[in-house]
Antibody, heavy 120, light 107 residues
């Protein structure tokens, strides 16, 4: 069974940092591109970042470019999101999502999400 | 960036109704268009990928169509478990933006 489990969320101060993790199981992690998507409370979905299977290609939404860094450790079946210079508008539930080969970069499996709150 | 616009933003319908949600892209995304369903407090679930391909395990009452800039998601006969928020997403080019969502409520 495919499982994605996010962790690392919590309360951070404006200007602070957090590192989110996503532990993957039930599939060959290195074969899959991965994404981070966030959802502010009561709002819609916002795609924020993509990484290919070997970690060489990464992309970001303008809203997080230069502040967030996506990475992965295929030996540990783990995805990460380093978030620096946090702003109140980064408050959201953060989801990791799998992007399987042959599915037109759709997101076929999602974690349960981890809540990040940025507030003083 | 490609903008995705869904209509309507909200919709009330009854069990058994046929409903259609539309999604328009600000420029062509070919058939790189996906549909997701989200229920309160839960992660989104993929329903349709590549505009018209049903993800394995998704009921066949869900269908998708379109190409280029205009797409639709149709539920042929609404069931109680279908009341949720639906999002389209383009995966043609980054940023892989989502539509604003369509809330489907019970009439």
């Amino acid at each position: 069974e495919v499982q994605l489990v996010e962790s690392g969320g919590g309360l951070a101060q404006p200007g602070g940092s957090l590192r989110l993790s996503c532990a993957a199981s039930g599939f060959t992690f290195s074969d899959h591109k991965m994404n981070w998507v966030r959802q502010a409370p009561g709002k819609g979905l916002e795609w924020i970042s993509f990484i290919d299977g070997n970690g060489y290609s990464v992309y970001y939404a303008d809203s997080v470019k230069g502040r967030f860094t996506i990475s992965r450790d295929n030996a540990k079946d783990s995805l990460f999101l380093q978030m620096n210079s946090l702003r109140p508008e980064d408050t959201a539930t953060y989801y990791c999502a799998r992007d399987p080969p042959g599915y037109f970069d759709s997101l076929d499996s999602w974690g349960q999400g981890t809540l990040v709150t940025v507030s003083s | 960036d490609i903008q995705m616009t869904q209509s309507p933003s909200s919709l009330s319908a009854s069990v058994g109704d046929r409903v259609t949600i539309t999604c328009r892209a600000s420029q062509s995304v070919s058939t790189y268009l996906n549909w997701y369903q989200q229920k309160p407090g839960k992660a989104p679930k993929l329903l349709i990928y590549a505009a018209s391909y049903l993800k394995s395990g998704v009921p066949i009452r869900f269908s998708g169509s379109g190409s280029g800039t205009d797409f639709s998601l149709t539920i042929s006969s609404l069931q109680a478990e279908d009341f949720a928020i639906y999002y389209c997403q383009q995966s043609y080019t980054t940023p892989f933006g989502f539509g604003q969502g369509t809330r489907l409520d019970i009439k």
